[in-house]
């Protein structure tokens, strides 16, 4: 496995790791673009030839973003559905890259193991889940009897994520129920209002084939569908990760569908400033790897108002410039 050279955390600005499907997609472009605003330091993990441990002893934070194919379920021990991998409309399943796949679940254990502050997405929430030995229902629509080919996949209706359409119910009394409650541009009067059994209705973007069954082991449910389906889970304060940073939600905040949204992103990142304060990278890095102080700069003022994201190699960190024209894909 290759080890990289990664940015220093500095001046209270935490190096986060973004394990993603494309660099240049929207969904990533959106992160980015949010983590930047809130100070952190962004860099897409190479998933393709990275030790995964090595990037964690590095990383203040790490988050575990989606993707179009559908996580294996050889990977859960599950036959696969006749549905299962062909969400993009192929007729041979299609499923997460084997790399991405082992890089990812070597993520979680480090992240995980050293308590690293941890946030997954969408298909990242799934694999953290399996990675805990929960199991996925590998065809939503099958399972909600719907007669919508897409009932939890927007923009396979034509609507944009920044748009939310399903309402989530959230556990008032638990680390997402706390990460704030006003209602987004698009949510109607009635979104984070609470009901009598404490829960808060959250009004938010959906984008996903399938969904998980079970809280991963040592995980809890804090959030679920209006339809039934897992939507967030967090560290069970009673289980073996309690006191830790782990938030893994099915909708994208990405697209800040929603103010939660934004209080969420604003949370991670400050659990992951605090733990670049408590841990820093010169008592980490027992390894001997060299930390490079300053990435190298390249200057793209005619795309200024797009952020650039940190990508790290085996030579150097560089800055790739995410270009208007190459937003094409979904994740």
């Known amino acids: 496995m290759m080890q990289r050279d990664f940015p220093s955390t500095s001046d209270g600005h935490p190096v986060i790791g973004v394990s993603c499907h494309s660099a240049l997609g929207v969904s990533t472009t959106a992160l980015i673009t949010q983590l930047k605003m809130l100070g952190a330091v962004p860099v897409i993990l190479d998933w393709k030839n990275a030790d995964a441990a090595h990037d964690a002893a590095h990383l203040d934070g790490v988050i575990v973003m989606g993707s179009p194919p559908d996580i294996n379920p050889a990977e859960y021990g599950h036959a696969p559905h006749p549905q299962s991998g062909k969400m993009l409309g192929n007729d041979t399943p299609v499923f997460v890259d084997p790399k991405r796949a082992d890089y990812e679940n070597q993520m979680?254990?480090?992240?995980?193991?050293?308590?690293?502050?941890?946030?997954?997405?969408?298909?990242?929430?799934?694999?953290?889940?399996?990675?805990?030995?929960?199991?996925?229902?590998?065809?939503v629509p099958e399972l909600l009897n719907s007669e919508d080919e897409y009932p939890t996949c927007?923009?396979?209706?034509?609507?944009?994520?920044?748009?939310?359409?399903?309402?989530?119910?959230?556990?008032?009394?638990?680390?997402?129920?706390?990460?704030?409650?006003?209602?987004?541009?698009?949510?109607?009067?009635?979104?984070a209002s609470v009901d009598e059994d404490g829960v808060i209705w959250h009004y938010d973007n959906a984008l996903h084939h399938q969904a998980v069954q079970m809280a991963g082991d040592g995980l809890m449910v804090n959030a679920v569908s209006e339809d039934g389906l897992i939507y967030g889970v967090e560290a069970d304060p009673a289980g073996k990760y309690a006191g830790q940073f782990i938030l893994g939600i099915q909708f994208h905040p990405e697209f800040s569908a929603s103010m939660r949204s934004l209080d969420i992103m604003a949370a991670f990142t400050e659990a992951a400033r605090d733990y670049a304060r408590q841990h820093p990278h010169e008592?980490?890095?027992?390894?001997?790897?060299?930390?490079?102080?300053?990435?190298?700069?390249?200057?793209?003022?005619?795309?200024?108002?797009?952020?650039?994201?940190?990508?790290?190699?085996?030579q150097n960190v560089e800055k790739v410039c995410v270009r208007k024209s190459s937003i094409e894909h979904a994740l």
């Open 283 to 314: 008592e980490r890095l027992s390894d001997g790897v060299h930390v490079s102080a300053q990435p190298s700069e390249r200057s793209w003022r005619n795309l200024a108002e797009i952020p650039n994201t940190f990508i790290a190699d085996a």
């Open 108 to 139: 979680i254990d480090a992240a995980l193991e050293h308590g690293v502050p941890f946030m997954s997405v969408c298909q990242g929430f799934q694999r953290l889940n399996v990675r805990l030995g929960a199991t996925l229902h590998q065809h």
């Open 154 to 191: 927007q923009i396979k209706n034509d609507i944009p994520l920044f748009v939310p359409t399903k309402w989530i119910g959230i556990k008032q009394d638990s680390q997402l129920g706390r990460m704030g409650a006003q209602k987004g541009y698009f949510a109607p009067d009635s979104d």
